[in-house]
């Protein structure tokens, strides 16, 4: 393992967690690139971070149906899609110390992989994944309840998202008594993980281009740029 004893143990302390096998600590903290620079593929962290993500998402559920008996399944969902998603579970990762203690490659170190969200969120979810094979769910059902505690609302009626582009359309319409006008430029990327890119244009003649992992997404981003550039944000 890459890790003694001592620093595995002080790890331990910091998450206020302790494993009866360490060895899945370690395994939960070496990065795929890591791995492979030391021979060490079947260690790194991936399979661990694929359970993780599955016992997260029952933990969080299971915690959410708990707290909220009478909210129905849209809103406990929208409050899990908001716990479970990338940039909140880096932040998290961070909380607890995971940036400083991941082990990683040269080259992903040089890269900043130490502060990149996906690297700390797929780091938060083996540690999941690490606890729930070393003491069970119940003992990973605490630990989720432990580290999102602060996180969760105090009631189930979140706010929806905000719908850029029917408020830029009213804004528009008030002011110039026109809609704006929504082009999209191109995508960019595999087909799996496509990338669009639009450009919305006021009639004032200023134009603001964004992205978006979907046409809608990046249409919704464009009209924020607009609506900030408009001052009604």
Not at 139 to 163: G, M
Request: net charge negative; glycine share 6%.
């Amino acid at each position: 393992m890459p890790m003694d004893m001592d620093r595995l143990a002080a790890i331990q302390a910091e998450l206020d967690y302790h494993f009866g096998q360490p060895a899945y600590l370690a395994r939960a903290l070496t990065h795929s690139s890591y791995a492979n620079e030391h021979e060490l593929a079947l260690e790194s962290n991936e399979r661990l971070e694929f359970l993780g993500d599955a016992v997260l998402e029952l933990a969080i559920s299971e915690c959410l149906f708990q707290r909220f008996p009478m909210a129905h399944e849209g809103q406990l969902t929208r409050i899990r899609s908001r716990l479970v998603k990338e940039k909140t579970l880096a932040q998290r990762a961070r909380d607890l110390g995971l940036d400083r203690l991941i082990l990683l490659g040269r080259g992903e170190e040089s890269q900043g992989g130490r502060d990149r969200d996906s690297v700390l969120a797929d780091a938060l979810e083996a540690l999941l994944g690490a606890v729930f094979l070393d003491g069970g769910y119940l003992a990973a059902r605490e630990f989720v309840s432990r580290t999102f505690q602060d996180l969760l609302p105090e009631t189930a009626d979140l706010p929806k998202v905000k719908d850029y582009k029917t408020r830029l359309q009213e804004i528009t319409q008030q002011r110039f008594k026109i809609r704006p006008i929504y082009a999209q430029l191109g995508t960019s990327g595999p087909d799996h993980a496509r990338i669009y890119e639009v450009e919305v244009r006021l009639p004032e003649g200023a134009s603001f281009a964004a992205t978006g992992a979907s046409l809608k997404r990046a249409e919704q981003n464009a009209a924020r740029l607009a609506i900030e550039h408009l001052g009604e944000d």
